[in-house]
């Protein structure tokens, strides 16, 4: 069973978020900047998230600076984005009993705290 993290260490949410669930333990934690998320990753998330812009973060300051809030983005644009720079996924990503947790939303954490029944 995969019990996998993607995050940045640099950001306090991600810190904080990992810190409420007891470091989430037994889970494989990958530092997106350090360690680039592949394309095989990128898959497995978009199969079960259901699409790249749910794992696409329009938070990141190059959506604003790029103008991409001014385009039509498609899935494959999304996708490509999330590769080129880590700062557009949408974090923390958790893949947790085959089920994905995308975000920082109190909704998001909730539901996460209930998989792991904490």
Same mark, same amino acid.
């Given at each position: *069973? *995969?019990?996998?993290?993607?995050?940045?260490?640099?950001?306090?949410? =991600? @810190? +904080?978020?990992?810190? +409420?669930?007891?470091? &989430? !333990?037994?889970?494989? !934690?990958?530092?997106?900047? #350090? %360690?680039?998320? #592949?394309? /095989?990753?990128?898959?497995?998330?978009? =199969?079960? /998230?259901?699409? $790249?812009?749910?794992?696409?973060? +329009? @938070? /990141?300051? !190059?959506?604003? #600076? *790029?103008? &991409?809030?001014?385009?039509?983005?498609?899935? !494959?644009?999304?996708?490509?984005?999330?590769?080129?720079? $880590? #700062?557009?996924?949408? @974090?923390? %990503?958790?893949?947790? =009993?085959?089920?994905?947790?995308?975000?920082?939303?109190?909704? %998001?954490?909730? /539901?996460?705290?209930?998989? &792991?029944?904490?």
């Amino acid at each position: *069973m *995969m019990k996998k993290i993607y995050h940045l260490s640099s950001c306090d949410t =991600n @810190r +904080r978020i990992i810190s +409420r669930l007891d470091g &989430l !333990k037994g889970f494989d !934690k990958q530092e997106i900047k #350090t %360690v680039p998320i #592949t394309n /095989a990753q990128i898959e497995e998330m978009k =199969n079960l /998230a259901g699409s $790249y812009e749910a794992l696409f973060s +329009r @938070r /990141a300051l !190059k959506y604003k #600076t *790029m103008n &991409l809030k001014d385009k039509i983005l498609k899935e !494959k644009d999304y996708k490509s984005f999330i590769l080129s720079e $880590y #700062t557009f996924l949408k @974090r923390p %990503v958790i893949i947790c =009993n085959q089920k994905i947790f995308i975000g920082n939303a109190e909704s %998001v954490i909730s /539901a996460l705290e209930k998989e &792991l029944k904490v």
